[in-house]
């Protein structure tokens, strides 16, 4: 493998194997010289080939890995369901969505990757207990209920677990109501539910799962609560437009503020929260030094609790990897921002954009030296009405006579003045002090 990859035939990012063309070229070659027939191949790629296995019911257990995908949107695929049967040593089945006659009927236990766009059954195979497997990918599907797949095993004697499974991905169901209990899943790395508009019970393992990296639950409008979170490999969570979220971690009654633990939350890189109705902040959130990245937009009123202690803290914090704060149409108040600007000190990109908080510009302006500390800002977004207001001053330099929708500052903002470098605007009708117009 080493070789391959200096001599750059092999390519690997972020867990994933990327292969040139030629060593899939000399692969497929390889597997087209065990068999005239497709059927004693051990791989299937061109869809001729695999629609032709699973019509005629042409199986057989030499078959290892099978990939369908339909050149047409139109292309159906006439089955009965059981040419799975014959392939008692299959791997892998890929499925780019499709239609098909009927559901499967059957499923190999052999199988270690499940990737099935679109799956057109409501429930797996009684038969399906696939022990090994590590990829249970079937977003846009039919499906609509988990519970028997995930609590068979549990009523079993044998009491075995999904100890292999990765990966589950569900999005866009939209006739899925729940997620189960997932505690045979104990090494699971990636959930993901989003979109799943029917949704309304998280069941509460899912917020037990130690090796948990990401958890996406955006767009799921009805659901109502969600599982306390004990995760303490999370990076990823992903909880917006979830706009009847009602209840998090620690939260009775209605959602309006986010609890001081989720500092705990260690690994945490990225959190995003879109349309929710969270108006409250724990200035706790800028101790947590894996975050990267903030987004809350659409949130009306967002303020910061305040948190003595915490924010004694916070201020020896310098080695925070905060870069990309996005409080998009917040309405964010004048004591949120004198309280949270001067905290991020590595930031590189903040976008107050859309907001009408009111005297914003007055307080940034008197309070430029004290707020802008963050040197290492790179970008920072203002929409017209929030900072850049008819008759603003930024510093001596620039005047605003009339409107504008939006500006774009770069290089420097706020006290050090010397350093704004880059200043372009989307509409004519803007003066500098020297009579020079766009």
Not at 189 to 199: A, I, M, V, Y
Not at 357 to 362: A, H, S, Y
Request: hydrophobic letters at 40%; proline letters at 4%.
């Amino acid at each position: 493998m080493r070789v391959l990859i200096d001599k750059s035939l092999v390519k690997i990012e972020d867990d994933r194997v990327m292969l040139h063309d030629l060593i899939q070229y000399t692969g497929r070659e390889i597997v087209r010289q065990e068999s005239e027939e497709p059927r004693g191949r051990s791989r299937i790629w061109n869809f001729e080939d695999a629609k032709r296995v699973l019509e005629q019911d042409k199986g057989s257990h030499k078959i290892e890995i099978i990939k369908l995908a339909f050149p047409k949107a139109d292309e159906k695929l006439n089955w009965d369901g059981v040419a799975f049967m014959k392939m008692n040593n299959l791997r892998t089945i890929v499925i780019n969505k499709g239609d098909f006659s009927d559901s499967p009927k059957h499923l190999p236990n052999s199988l270690k990757v499940l990737k099935w766009r679109g799956y057109p059954s409501q429930i797996f195979p009684f038969d399906f207990y696939p022990k090994e497997i590590a990829i249970l990918w079937l977003p846009d599907s039919s499906i609509s209920s988990l519970i028997s797949f995930f609590q068979k095993q549990k009523a079993s004697t044998i009491q075995e677990e999904f100890m292999n499974l990765r990966v589950l991905n569900f999005s866009n169901c939209q006739h899925l109501e729940q997620i189960p209990d997932l505690s045979v899943a104990p090494h699971l790395e990636e959930l993901s539910f989003c979109w799943c508009k029917n949704l309304t019970e998280v069941y509460k393992s899912v917020g037990l799962l130690n090796k948990l990296r990401m958890l996406d639950a955006k767009g799921c409008c009805k659901l109502r609560s969600f599982a306390d979170l004990m995760l303490p490999a999370l990076q990823q969570l992903r909880i917006s437009s979830c706009s009847s979220l009602e209840s998090f971690p620690e939260i009775l009654g209605k959602m309006e503020k986010f609890p001081p633990s989720i500092r705990y939350i260690t690994r945490l890189e990225r959190l995003e929260l879109w349309h929710s109705k969270i108006v409250l902040l724990p200035s706790s959130i800028f101790l947590m030094k894996e975050l990267k990245c903030l987004r809350i937009q659409n949130c009306d009123g967002l303020l910061l609790h305040s948190q003595e202690k915490v924010e004694e803290q916070i201020s020896s914090v310098v080695f925070s990897n905060q870069q990309h704060f996005d409080f998009r149409n917040c309405n964010v108040s004048n004591e949120f921002l004198q309280r949270s600007v001067p905290w991020l000190v590595n930031v590189k990109e903040l976008n107050l954009s859309s907001n009408t908080g009111g005297d914003e510009e007055d307080d940034l302006r008197r309070n430029q030296q004290q707020q802008f500390k963050a040197q290492a800002m790179k970008r920072m977004i203002l929409a017209f009405r929030v900072l850049i207001g008819p008759g603003t001053r930024l510093g001596t330099k620039f005047r605003f006579a009339t409107s504008a929708s939006r500006c774009w500052l770069q290089r420097g903002i706020g006290g050090a003045r010397s350093s704004l470098r880059l200043l372009n605007w989307r509409r004519k009708g803007l003066q500098d002090n020297y009579g020079s117009r766009s």
